[in-house]
């Protein structure tokens, strides 16, 4: 069994991680979706929130698990009997900052390929920290995160208002 792990923070999950997420379960037996705990990064989505819009989108697809992870994703990896990790790159400045990664993850587990599968061009502008900031201005972001992820996001605006009115 070729199994895969996609890590990522997915804050929030949106359809372009749903896209790479769907692409590459079609290429593996099994692909582990994995939520970054990350102590260091300031979420707008505590991780079982996190978990939670990764396996509504994912639950279609039955080859996808989603869990998730702290310390070292490629400890992650081998600890779940992984060989393969599985990230998208939109542009040039993630291909760079892939690359860094790729390089000290496979330095630190010479086992563990990195695989990147290039965004689809309807993808390829999307960031969860620009989908944030445009929902947070009024905007309309419907078409790129599920009706879960809507809801959820709407919700914490809601939450930030009546805290800041108070
Ligand atoms: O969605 P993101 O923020 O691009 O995901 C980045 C993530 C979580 C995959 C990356 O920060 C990561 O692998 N974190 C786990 C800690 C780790 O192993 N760091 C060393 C990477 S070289």
Redesign the pocket.
Known sequence: MAIAVY????DPFTRGHLDIATRAAALFDGLIVAV?R?AEKRHMFSLEERVQMAREACEHLPNISVDSFG????EYIVTRGARVMVKGVRDSSDLEREAM?GA??SALAPDVETVLLIARPEYAFLSSSLLKHVHQLGGDISRFVTPLVLRMLDDKSRDTRSSSDA
């Open positions: 890590p990522g923070s997915f970054a990350d310390g070292l994703v490629v990664m000290m993850n």
